[in-house]
């Protein structure tokens, strides 16, 4: 149920933003159940694949999961290093692999 107090003074809202323009929504091919397409923005689909991109991804992925497991050996004692080089390998690792993700 509405509330007249509320739904006048909704009306009074809009009544007091005369300076707002409104314009009613393109119809396309004569339409309106059909979606609006967002003219605005064009997505472009390139034809050849970025090898580059998925080169350096891989590459970012592989060291650093492997920094990441040299850091996991440091820290427990499983490859010879002080704690502070295996907090090293891990910001390195966490770096790297993020990107590569």
């Known amino acids: 149920m509405l ?14 933003r005369t300076h707002v323009r ?3 929504l393109l119809m396309q091919d004569g ?4 979606p609006h397409e967002d003219l605005r ?3 472009e689909l390139h034809e050849d694949v970025q ?9 970012l992925l592989a060291f650093g ?6 850091s996991h050996f440091i820290y427990t004692r499983h490859m010879g290093g002080d704690s502070s080089q295996a907090y090293g390998f891990l910001v390195l690792g966490v770096l790297l692999f993020l990107p590569g993700k």
């Open 51 to 59: 090898w580059k991109s998925i080169a350096v991804a891989l590459f």
């Open 41 to 43: 923005y064009r997505f």
């Open 65 to 70: 999961s492997l920094f990441l497991v040299i």
């Open 3 to 16: 509330d007249t107090a509320s739904h006048t003074q909704t009306e009074t809202e809009m009544e007091e």
């Open 22 to 24: 409104y314009a009613a």
């Open 31 to 34: 339409h309106r159940d059909r």
